[in-house]
């Protein structure tokens, strides 16, 4: 999977991360701004300078938006042309350290998060026992009472995606199926929103 996401970075990273504003670097920069308010953070309150946790940071379009209001950010991706290009793109934020997650959240400190998340991320995931993982590393990081946020792809009648998945079009859930893995990881589920589409959003809690 890394290499398939160093040659898209080489290629064209901002396109590959969120296509549609790559058309300026000024509308992908607001971009990561408007989805971190509207998607990630909506229904959820922080503490004052929280420690947060991206997985799949890409070039850090969303580490860069909550930089400003967090006290600690990791940001981690497993393509290191992605992190190469994140360590530019927020360059001016000296609470966001960069790290390479390659199947687990190596680097980040055990119960000391208050919010993991990932966004357009485990949709490009090829195998559940990757994301298992991830999801169990999310409970690991996070305190008690801190909040794991993150998308999956929804559109589980797509069932010839479970012999033709890849690094691009990755595995699928139903809700079911997302709140069984999320609950087996140890977290407890909250909200599942977007069952069938593009975007099934979990909101869950370490207890």
């Not at 590393?137 to 033709?164: I, S």
């Amino acid at each position: 999977m890394s290499a398939d996401w160093d040659a898209r970075a080489r290629r064209d990273a901002p396109f590959y991360v969120f296509r549609e504003a790559a058309e300026s670097p000024e509308a992908f920069k607001e971009s990561g701004r408007r989805d971190m308010d509207r998607l990630v953070l909506r229904g959820i309150d922080l503490p004052p300078a929280p420690v947060v946790v991206e997985i799949g940071c890409g070039v850090g379009r969303l580490a860069a938006a909550i930089a400003p209001r967090a006290a600690k950010v990791y940001a981690g991706d497993l393509s290191a042309e992605m992190l190469d290009r994140a360590r530019a793109f927020c360059g001016e934020h000296p609470n966001v350290e960069l790290l390479r997650f390659d199947g687990s959240l190596a680097g980040v400190p055990s119960g000391g998060a208050d919010l993991v998340y990932s966004h357009l991320v485990f949709q490009h995931v090829p195998r559940l026992k990757f994301i298992r993982v991830y999801f169990r590393e999310a409970a690991r990081v996070l305190k008690p009472g801190g909040v794991f946020r993150a998308n999956v792809d929804g559109r589980h009648r797509q069932w010839y995606r479970r012999f033709v998945a890849d690094s691009w079009s990755g595995v699928v859930f139903s809700e079911r199926r997302l709140r069984r893995e999320i609950e087996a990881a140890g977290l407890r589920v909250e909200a599942v929103e977007g069952d069938g589409t593009q975007y099934l959003w979990v909101t869950a809690r370490r207890a």
